[in-house]
């Protein structure tokens, strides 16, 4: 009788959501490469939608980068888990630059490749020609993902995988700022602009911190009212902003309208920090002000996920209320839910797991 070799990989035919000409998502059977020495097949069974998957919806992209799944395979080289193990996907990095060696894998040197640039390193795909995978080195917007150690989080097999999905990118971003980049302490005063699903985990975030006033703004009245359920020491509606000149200490714009970003400049105290979670950034203001842009919570996922996982179960982190599930199938209009405001966070699920 022979023996399968325990490390023995294979490719896999899959179902992945692949964006056509009309910027809509059609599901497709595709033949998906078997996992590298280095590489992990996880068989999806939720996923996050997140308004970045929605930005890069051109022909041929299969996008998605909140996944939660099971390992089905493990490379020769993967020692962190193996076949059965319940997993958290979160953004890629490569593990051996400088910055990721420092423990700074947001700084990693090839993190636009990997994240942004539909290959592996190497620049090779283990997707068909014409297919455009390895978005945040996951793709999981599919029934199966090759992802790496560097980008999963291994978690508890008693905990809902459909629920802790969307920790791996938006939850981790607003949150991850509050407590890792600016440390928001006790007395502390900050405005979040935007209460998606970012800026609700930042005002969930700075109510853990202790902060003194916590001002949230949407032009949303319905996710206004959530917020100061979860946190929000005082709601102002878009349009009806009132004169915050100089008294806050941070400010968190998770919006990337101009007049906002203005708005929120002129509320600063000198001294005061303004992060931009919409891409834009780097310039220092006067008196003192500085101007941040930061990447995904300045986060270590496999250590801050787990952090998120623990204030939730403890009733702190309650960011279970922002969810909306949707089948897998119904992925199309989960998006436009997501655009539309009508939902928080969409959260899609295939059927034979919810």
């Excluded at 490719?11 to 595709?30: G, T, V």
């Excluded at 590489?39 to 996008?63: K, M, Y």
């Excluded at 949230?216 to 902003?241: C, F, I, N, S």
């Excluded at 623990?310 to 960011?319: D, I, M, N, R, V």
Aim: hydrophobic share 40%; glycine share 12%.
């Amino acid at each position: 009788m022979s023996v399968q070799h325990p490390h023995r990989t294979h490719p896999r035919m899959i179902s992945a959501a692949i964006a056509d000409s009309d910027h809509h998502l059609k599901f497709e059977k595709i033949r998906l490469g078997a996992p590298r020495r280095n590489e992990v097949g996880v068989h999806i069974v939720a996923c996050g939608i997140c308004h970045t998957d929605l930005s890069f919806l051109s022909p041929g992209v299969v996008p998605g980068h909140e996944g939660a799944g099971i390992v089905d395979q493990v490379g020769s080289a993967v020692t962190g888990v193996k076949p059965g193990d319940h997993v958290v996907l979160s953004f890629q990095s490569c593990g051996r630059c400088d910055a990721c060696e420092n423990h700074r894998p947001v700084d990693c040197e090839h993190f636009s490749t990997l994240n942004f640039g539909f290959s592996r390193l190497d620049g090779s795909s283990a997707y068909p020609q014409g297919i455009d995978g390895h978005f945040f080195g996951q793709s999981s917007f599919a029934s199966y993902a090759l992802v790496t150690e560097q980008n999963l989080v291994k978690v508890d097999k008693s905990l809902p995988l459909a629920t802790l999905a969307p920790l791996g990118c938006g939850l981790q971003t607003g949150a991850g700022t509050v407590m890792n980049t600016l440390k928001v302490k006790k007395g502390d005063r900050l405005l979040i602009t935007g209460t998606g699903a970012v800026g609700m985990a930042a005002v969930m975030a700075a109510k853990i911190a202790g902060a003194k006033e916590i001002i949230a703004l949407d032009q949303h009245q319905h996710r206004l009212d959530l917020a100061r359920e979860l946190g929000a020491t005082d709601v102002l509606k878009t349009g009806q902003e009132r004169n915050l000149q100089g008294t806050l200490d941070y400010v968190i714009d998770t919006a990337g309208v101009p007049a906002l970003d203005t708005l929120g400049q002129q509320a600063l105290n000198d001294g005061g920090v303004m992060v931009r979670l919409t891409g834009a950034g780097g310039a220092t203001l006067s008196r003192g002000r500085k101007i941040l842009s930061v990447i995904q919570g300045d986060s270590v996922a496999q250590e801050f996920i787990p952090k998120m996982i623990s204030l939730w179960q403890a009733g702190k982190f309650p960011f279970d209320r922002l969810l909306h599930f949707y089948d897998f199938e119904a992925i199309n209009q989960a998006a436009e839910d997501s655009r539309n405001g009508k939902v928080i966070k969409a959260v899609l699920r295939w059927r034979q797991h919810a």
